[in-house]
């Protein structure tokens, strides 16, 4: 199956907003064994978008949009869709439903324009949107497929994982199964320089890594006649990577280090408390995100002073005198300072320079130090970025972290 | 000036590459009044390629495109660029000379496939690349003009920058202005109503809204012969808007709402410290990620558990008891209690119910409360989020807290 992906909004045009979404579609549709052909982006403008829906038609079996599905006048992607597929749009009462409680929930007024979000195409597969007031659908006409999704990210990912996928494979006749492996501390070229082997000339399974932020993801997939054959050549294949990789692999289910690290602490009733000075919190509210997380997470405290520091960890003037605070031994002093005043099993302190000002030739921005305890098990880490971005600094610290916690986790024994 | 962008790269189809080079050319040449009316993206597809090009040209009288101008075999960007535009590549001397140099320079051998970065089109004019091997040019045709960048941000940016964009400058007559107005506290849809008698029939300056995680943006351009014009334009209208919505509006220069509150507290030489219970660190996070934010952000508690509450910011039991933990009681002794142990001008607390469990018909998932201090003045604002998602609740709270922050600083007087 051929595929088109139309994004539609002036927004990205304008250079305002990264077409995320034809990132996220691409690899997913390129794990349901559907090549991407295209990517089209085109603003508000219905006589472009036509012009380009009849184009990607005529090279693609099936062309998604994503976009241009708001309440406002300049939102017209279902209007031009029913145009150039014929069709037309009428009042689908399951949607309206939804939309009237939508706003009935929220107390908040619904607005005329609202009522144009519960128009579908009248022949189409209607998507529910459990994230947002648009939508989604697919029609088909002439032996082609047209899917319109809304565009926000955090609408269209669902919307395409629990309803427009299955909806795609049911029409395919063979299964796919592939799983989304996670590391940490390898960069992406690296993970692919090291299961070259494994990589060239395979066919099926197929291994493709993605980088994100300080992480390198893995996904391998299989396409069989059946879901357990497929099931069986991902987890084969999976063995192998093992042994190529597996210091560096944390997940094999796409879990994510705080969540990884959340349900490991709930399972097996650790408490956690977190001291940041340069991560400011991050740790903290990456493990509060977890639901459920409050029968174990106790306590955060985020010293950003010196002051901070030594009221709230004990922390000594003259360890911050001698060594400064970001040292070893102001790490250690943080963690060992927040066991004793929360008796948390779990406990981290993160100590560092963030950037991007701030460093010194000793102590460059980059440099961080993260101490770790697990009862009485303690260790501090020094981590040496090479990076100025405060940002990118602040994450990779963060998994680096939650690595080690992990490691602990695993080490402890029952 | 009509123009599309045309990237040019199979990793883009994978999704395993966003194009960010589209999302810099679009923000660059619309500021330079050039309006971008289409990306297109293809792979390395010598076929697919010379479709696109053509279809762009009959549109736009600029295709810029990124990418496939490497040394490999699959890169065919200029060769396809040549047969559409009738034109044929030919050894560009200075180009070969560039070479030669750069691989000298670097002690490594020049391969025989690199010397292809040394074609040009004949009529075309060469921009250098200071940062890679593969030159770009501009080559123009019956009033058409396409122009050949190389692919990685690195080597495209400072080309645009340096080269594309002189060249550009001396054949525009029209100047961009554009301004983007932050709102909070109002949905996009009834931010388009309230403007609708300023957005309807309006040709220039164009007002368009955006919706971001629980804030509403809108964008004000104007085009006109100088940029003072165009300037003066986008000002006035900004004042029209201001009648309409002034309320909700926090930033007329695309502000975020911590780069807000993070300066005014660094100008103002105001210390803030934080107590959150359901947002678990992420006002501290947010806040700390703000660069120089070290000078007045003092700390930040993150107190889970009622034992915590207790402990750090000396919250009474008996408040617990009686009222609950999600409570405007609790909420103000949280934030008095943060006062008086750390003395920081600027408090905040949070205190509620993110989700999705934990939720009473009395206290549902969605109950906030934020307790604001600046020196003396306190309030504690309810929040009802009407919404079960644990993370929209956690990010929305975060930027209301932001925004009463926001208010408090600005009436506090001088």
């Given at each position: 199956m051929k595929c088109a992906i139309v994004a539609v909004g002036t927004e990205l045009l304008f250079g305002?907003?990264?077409?995320t979404d034809a990132v996220f579609l691409s690899q997913q549709l390129n794990l349901m064994g559907?090549?991407?052909l295209y990517h089209y982006t085109v603003g508000d403008n219905p006589g472009r978008l036509s012009e380009i829906l009849k184009l990607a038609l005529s090279d693609c079996d099936l062309v998604i949009t994503t976009g241009?599905?708001?309440?406002?006048?300049?939102?017209l992607t279902k209007e031009v869709i029913c145009e150039v597929m014929g069709d037309a749009l009428v009042e689908d009462s399951h949607s309206m439903e939804r939309l009237i409680r939508h706003f009935e929930r929220r107390q908040r007024p619904m607005t005329?324009?609202?009522?144009?979000?519960?128009?579908?195409?009248?022949?189409a597969v209607v998507f529910d949107n459990d994230n947002g007031t648009a939508p989604g659908f697919a029609l088909e006409s002439n032996g082609k497929i047209v899917i319109c999704l809304p565009g926000p990210p955090n609408e269209l990912n669902p919307m395409f994982e629990d309803s427009v996928k299955p909806w795609l494979m049911n029409r395919s006749s063979e299964a796919l199964y592939y799983r989304t492996i996670r590391t940490f501390g390898i960069g992406e070229s690296m993970l692919e320089t090291k299961l070259l082997p494994l990589i060239d000339?395979?066919?099926?399974p197929t291994l493709a890594t993605y980088a994100k932020m300080g992480e390198a993801t893995l996904r391998i997939a299989s396409k069989r006649s059946t879901e357990e054959e497929a099931r069986k050549a991902v987890e084969d294949m999976i063995k192998r990577v093992y042994e190529y990789v597996g210091d560096y692999i944390?997940?094999?289910?796409?879990?994510?280090l705080p969540e990884l690290v959340g349900r490991k602490l709930i399972e097996k009733n650790l408490t956690m408390s977190t001291a940041e000075s340069c991560t400011g919190g991050m740790i903290a509210a990456r493990m509060t995100d977890?639901?459920?997380?409050s029968a174990v997470f106790e306590r955060g405290i985020v010293t950003y002073s010196n002051g901070a520091k030594m009221d709230e960890?004990?922390?000594s003037g003259e360890t911050l005198e001698r060594?400064?605070?970001?040292s070893p031994q102001t790490a250690e002093e943080m963690v060992r300072g927040l066991q004793k005043k929360t008796g948390s099993r779990v406990c981290v302190s993160v100590t560092g320079i963030a950037g991007?000002?701030?460093?010194?030739?000793?102590?460059?921005?980059?440099l961080i130090y993260v101490g770790v305890m697990l009862d009485e098990r303690m260790e501090v880490f020094e981590l040496r970025t090479?990076?100025?971005k405060r940002q990118w600094n602040r994450n990779y610290t963060v998994l680096f972290a939650l690595d080690k916690i992990n490691r602990f986790i695993d080490e402890m024994g029952e």
């Open positions: 305002h907003t990264v077409n559907i090549d991407v241009g599905t708001g309440p406002t006048q300049d939102d005329e324009n609202n009522l144009k979000q519960a128009m579908m195409p009248s022949k000339g395979q066919t099926d944390y997940s094999t289910d796409d879990e994510s977890i639901s459920g997380i960890l004990g922390v060594y400064g605070a970001v991007p000002g701030g460093g010194t030739p000793e102590k460059p921005v980059g090479n990076n100025t």
